[in-house]
Structures are given as C-alpha cells and as structure tokens.
C-alpha cells in the first residue's frame, strides 16, 4: 500500500504502524504532510482494523487526529463506521481526550448514537448519560444534533425524554439557534412523521423569536395542508394559529394560494365541519368564494352543500356567479349519502393526474360500459394478479381474446388473443415505450405459452408525470373501436410489422417485437414530435384516412388539441389527454347521479380478475348440458323432472366445481332415469349426450381455472369413470336390458 510518495518514508510509517509505535507514525505525519499519497486513508482504514482487534484503537484515533490531509473525513467515516460494526464506539473518549477535535466527528457521533439507540429504546437513557458526560461547552453541540436527528427521523420519544431530563425551554433554544433552512426542513418532517401537535406547539410557543416561531408556523401548516395531516391542522387552528394561516395566504401569489384551496378542499375529504370553523375564523367573502369554486371544482359536495349554509354574513350570489346553475342545483339537492359516495367516487379525478387507483379505474370502465352499444369488458388487474391471470388464460376455452388494464404503481393496458391450437399473442400498450415495467410479465407469459407472439408498444407518448392511468384507460377503450387504414384488425397490423428490425430481446430466450402504434392511439402523445416527426413520416394515405365517427383525419384530430395552454407557453402543447381527463370526469359524474350505489358497486366488480374468471368458468362448465337437443317430450312428467334435475346439476357444479360429485350424480340419474323416459332413440340419445358431456368436462385437458374459489374440489376415481362409459355403451345399444333393469 503506498502511503508516502517516498518508499523510504512509506516503509517507515508501515512499519511504525504494524508495531503499534504511534509515537513514530505521528512524528512522520507531522514532518511529511505535503508527501503523503492520494491512497493514504486506505491504508489507515486497513491498519485501524487491526488496531480494533489489538486493542489500541484509542492511539490510532490520536494519529487520524493529528492528519491534515484532503481524505481525513472520508477515513474518519470509514473508521467510524468500523467502530459501529464491532460495537466500539470511540468518539466520547476521542472527545473526553482531545475536545479540539469534536466538531469533526460530532455529525457521525450523533447519526451513529440514534442508530444504536432508537433502536433499542430502553437504551434511550444510556444516550443521555453518555452526553452528560461531556463537558459543559460539548453537551450543547450533541443535544442539538441529536434534537435535530429525532426530528428528522420521526423519533419523538426521544425528544421526550431529553426535555423530561433538560426541560422544554432547553429543546426550543436549541430550535432557534438552527438554521432558517433547517427549521422549514425540520418542521415538513415532523408533519410527515405524525409528530404529538401538542407536544410540538408547546415546544414552539417557548421560542422567543416571533419571526422564528412565524416560519415554523408556516410551514407546519403549509406541510399539514398537503401531507393530509389533518390532526396537525386540526390543533393548530383550535389553538388560534389562524392567524398565522391568514399572513402566510396574504403573501403568496395567486397559484399558491389555489394551490392552499385545492389541497384544504380536495384533500381533507371527510372533515367538512373543521373546514366550516376554518372558514369563520378568516371572516373574508374572498376566502368563502375560493372554498366554494374548489368545493365545485372537486365534487366536495358535503362541504359546499355546508359552505353554503354561511350565508349570510357571506354573499351567495356574488360566490357563486361563476357556477354552472343546473349542476349546483343538483348538488345542493343530494342527500347526505349521496353526497358523499359521489365525493368519495369523483375526488381522485378531481384532483388531477397521479391519484387514479384500481377502484377509481372499475368505476371509469363501468360507466364506459353503461354508455357504449358494443360490448366493452375488459378486465382490470392488480399488479398482484398477473400470475392468476395467465393461469386462468392458460387453462380457459380457446379461442379466445380479452383486452385488460394492469393498474399499480404504473398503469399499462394490452389485448391478449389465443387460438384453437392454443398459439398466443399478446399486445401491450405502454405510455412510456418499450420500457421495463412489463419485462417480468412478458418473460411470464412466454412460458406460460411457449407458442407465443409479443408486441410492445414503441413510442414513449409520456412525458409529464403521474398521468399513465388516464393513457391506459383511454387505450383500452379505442382497443375496442380502433379505426386502421385498410379495415384491418389490430392483430393484421401487428404481423405486418413483425420484421427482423423490430424484434427487441428481453433475455436470450424471449423477445418481442416493438412496433409502432396506429397512429390512432399516438393521438395522445405528449409531445410535439407527433406533429413534427410521426405523422410527417407516414403516406399522405395515412395522414388523410378518417380515424373517428366525426369524421375527422388523422391530421385534423391531432393539430385540434395542440393549444397554447398559457400566454408564458413558448409553443403549443398536446392537450388531448388534459381533455380525456376532463372528458372521464364528467362521464363519470353522469353516470354516479343516475345509478343506485349498489348498482355502480355491482357494474365495477364486473371487470375484476374474480368476475372474468366466473365468467370464463361458466362459459367453460355451460359447455355440459347447454346445447343438448331435448326430444320432443317435453309435456311428458318425468322427462320434464329429468330436465329440472339436469338443471339444478349445471347450476351446483358451476358454483363449486366439484368433478367427483358430477360424476355420481350422473351414474345416479342415468340409472334411475333409463327405465323411466320413454322407450324410443331420441331419449337414448339424449343421456349418451349427457354422458359423453360429462365425460369432457371431468377429462379435460384444459384443468380447472384455477385461483380464487374455483378450483375443483375432487376427482373422481378411475373406477366411476370406467362406469359412466358401461352406461353410455349400454345405452347405445349393446346392453340396453342390464341398463334398465
């Protein structure tokens, strides 16, 4: 290892080192600064852990001391950290024997001390006692770290304990001598940390600085406001802090103060009465109007329905001047329920991009369902259920096509098409482009089906944040009606750009083919690429081909959105998917005023994983005893009693799928019905029918769909089946009598 520049010199300080001769080390520190080499704290690092187990760690912490070197806090960090992971913690005596140098271990000290001791709470006093050790002049510097570290990391307890030893006023004198930054940094993270708002406004109102105590004020509350901590909130305006909040919105500017309104009135979703005492406590007809515009804008019809309930000393008229009159008759005519299951169905919606969950997706593409004439079902996933979903699509009737969105931290839609021979293709459709979020669910579905076809989408049409749910479902509904030039499907489209330069390798077994979309579905990227490059590339073909029923060209659907969305904008933005957004909204609203809540519960479960599965089940089990041709004895007691029984036998083996009791059941009827049904072939017929349907059903190779609870629960032995074949050949003639008898 080089340490000096010098051999001579270099092989001194190994020596000195390795022979624990610290007295000499220190001496060729202090002589040979400027010839030390840029590897030297590697060295020392490697020899301080020798020196660990030797048990002269205190004098080699005296010789990094005494380094003046550029890499001396990078060695301290390496050697501290040494120290941690075998339990010796060194800095109190380096301290305790050295108080010059405490400034430059006090920041590692104290991350290390809250390390070892916040997690092991009963350890908290032994912190403590470790500072009181300190000198006087020390103790401050360690108790303000440490405060400040609690702080930051949510551990309240310990502040606790420190003002029951030191009091309260200790804690807030170390607050004001922070630094404004970290004071605003410190105030988010208690709010984010859920910090005691007694605990933290005692502690506050002890600071003797009112400008000091105005910015942490301000920033609780601004942080409480959009950390949704509405305990925070709650007890600093009952505690008079109102105040505060009416100088903090008096000097922001007007987008901020929307911004204060928005997150009040979109965010606090069931405390519309705390809301109200809010909004007294301002006593300003400009604050009431800005808390009714966003109580309509956000569909909180609880709280304009209360808000409106002020007036007087508020104006009503003037605050509501700028309202659609027909809508807010509506909304002030809900009943409280209604009220607030709307509410509860339209605020992730109303609050823009980023807040669409699996639940608010159900109900977008129920009302989408409720509204179209063409059947719209696809099935929405949980990120959790891809694996169930390809078992249940790996063991359901062919052929078959279902397009799906996946929700989760990344929305993504796609369509799946399998054929008779069970040969798969899949389509996914990404916002971002050929990306890396559906690497791990194409890898399973390729060996899922080892006859497969993968596309992905090329283009990354996304470019602003939080916005790939409103791309995915929009997707998934042009999947449905999606206009190609050449009437072609969307799978013919697909193969004509399965070429060599589109194959893309996701590892050296499976790989895809990423493909341009139809330029239908690049409507909506959020760039001026699409303008500029795409539709430019294509043939003029293509530019003028009509892509929608208002008889629109590719061209003209796309440059109607590119708009200027305000005068500081330097060029036009695509606005489509803004408009998609606003467009769900109001769809969504239409369709929450005019169905029943258990309705609009019972439409969105139908486009969940467990819905497709039932119904892929019953079109799978309907296969037994649905296209079965009756004889023409229907008037006939006993045929109408075999035909009661033989429906009441699909219906239960629907429910629980059980093959074993199928099997019995059937062995049971035939026996008991073979004598009874009119002697004549078409009857005869119609049980080998039954029997031989059963047979299928109970030997599929297509298995049980499996998940959920409709998996088989029995199978039947070999023994019942051989038996239900005798029946079947007895009935076909050979052994009609022993049947019968």
């Known amino acids: 290892m080089e340490f000096f520049l010098d051999q001579a010199l270099n092989q001194q300080l190994i020596d000195a080192v390795e022979t624990a001769d610290f007295y000499t080390a220190k001496a060729l520190f202090n002589d040979h600064q400027g010839e030390l080499s840029p590897e030297a704290h590697k060295f020392l690092c490697a020899s301080y852990e020798k020196s660990l187990n030797r048990n002269y760690w205190l004098q080699f912490w005296e010789l990094i001391l005494a380094l003046h070197h550029p890499n001396r806090p990078n060695l301290m960090s390496r050697t501290l950290k040494l120290s941690q992971e075998k339990n010796i913690y060194p800095f109190l005596f380096v301290i305790l024997k050295f108080p010059k140098y405490s400034q430059i271990v006090e920041d590692y000290a104290i991350s290390v001390y809250l390390k070892k001791f916040t997690q092991h709470i009963p350890s908290l006093f032994q912190l403590i006692q470790d500072i009181e050790k300190l000198p006087a002049e020390m103790q401050s510097i360690f108790y303000s770290g440490v405060i400040k570290q609690s702080l930051r990391n949510g551990k309240f307890v ?129 604050y009431f109007q800005a808390f009714v515009i966003e109580s309509y804008n956000h569909y909180n019809i609880p709280l304009l329905q209360s808000l409106l309930t002020l007036c007087p000393p508020f104006d009503l008229q003037d605050a509501t001047k700028s309202l659609d009159p027909n809508k807010l008759a509506i909304f002030l005519n809900l009943d409280a329920t209604v009220s607030a299951f709307i509410h ?70 796609g369509e799946i098409m399998i054929d008779e021979k069970g040969i798969a293709k899949i389509f996914l459709i990404d916002s971002l482009g050929s990306d890396i979020w559906h690497e791990e669910f194409v890898k399973n ?25 409103v791309f995915a479902l929009d997707d998934v509904a042009h999947l449905a009606t999606l206009r190609i030039e050449g009437d072609a499907d969307i799978w013919e489209y697909l193969s004509a750009e399965k070429k060599p330069e589109n194959r893309q390798d996701i590892n050296t077994t499976v790989y895809c083919y990423s493909v341009p979309l139809p330029l239908s579905l690049t409507r909506t990227m959020q760039s001026t690429s699409l303008t500029q490059t795409i539709i430019p590339q294509k043939p003029q073909s293509s530019q003028e081909f009509i892509i929608n029923k208002k008889g629109q060209t590719t061209v003209g659907s796309v440059t ?51 819905a497709w599965r039932q119904r892929i089940l019953e079109e799978h089990s309907q296969s037994y005893l649905t296209e079965l041709i009756v004889p023409n004895f229907s008037d006939d007691p006993i045929a109408k009693e075999l035909m009661t029984e033989l429906q009441e036998l699909k219906e239960t083996f629907i429910q629980n799928n059980d093959k074993k009791m199928l099997v019995k059941a059937i062995q049971k009827m035939i026996e008991q019905y073979a004598s009874k049904l009119p002697q004549n072939e078409l009857w005869q017929d119609f049980l080998v029918k039954v029997i031989n349907d059963t047979l299928s059903v109970i030997t599929s190779e297509q298995g049980p769909l499996q998940g959920g609870n409709n998996t088989y629960l029995s199978t039947p032995h070999d023994s019942d089946i051989e038996a239900l074949k005798a029946m079947k050949e007895g009935l076909e003639g050979h052994h009609k009598p022993d049947i019968k008898a």
Not at 237 to 263: D, G, P, R, V
Not at 445 to 469: D, G, L, M, V, W
Request: charge should be positive; include cysteine; proline fraction near 3%.
């Open 560 to 610: 109607a959105f590119f708009k200027r969305e305000s005068p500081i904008d330097e060029k036009p933005k695509n606005t489509r998917l803004s408009y998609k957004l606003s467009k769900m909204i109001e769809q969504n609203w239409s369709y929450l005023i005019s169905h029943s809540k258990e309705t609009i519960q019972t439409h969105m479960q139908y486009f969940s994983l467990d």
């Open 158 to 286: 310990i502040l606790e304990s420190i003002q029951t030893l030191k009091g309260p006023l200790f804690i807030a004198q170390c607050l004001e001598s922070f630094p404004l930054d970290t004071l605003i940094t410190l105030a988010r993270k208690v709010v984010e940390n859920r910090g005691n708002p007694e605990f933290i406004y005692d502690l506050i109102k002890l600071i003797s600085s009112k400008e000091i105590k105005k910015i942490f004020y301000k920033k609780l509350i601004m942080a409480s406001i959009e950390e949704n901590n509405t305990e925070m909130l709650h007890f600093l305006f009952k505690n008079k802090i109102s105040t505060y909040f009416l100088e903090i919105i008096t000097e922001l500017t007007e987008i901020e103060k929307k911004n204060i309104y928005f997150h009040l009135v979109a965010s606090l979703t069931t405390d519309t009465e705390f809301l109200i005492e809010v909004i007294k406590d301002l006593n300003s007809q400009t």
């Open 445 to 469: 579905f390729a060996r899922a089906f080892p006859s497969h076809e993968i596309y992905t989408s090329r283009e990354k049409r996304q470019h602003a944040t939080n916005c790939c749910a």
């Open 344 to 413: 509860s169905k339209m605020n992730a919606f109303s609050k823009g991009f980023g807040y669409i969950t699996y639940e608010d997706a159900l109900l977008t593409l129920a009302q989408r369902r409720e509204r179209k004439t063409y059947d719209f079902a696809p099935v929405l996933l949980r990120f959790t259920e891809l694996d169930e979903f390809l078992n249940v699509l790996k063991n359901a009737p062919k052929p078959l096509k279902i397009s799906f969105v996946i929700s989760g931290v990344h929305f993504i839609s």
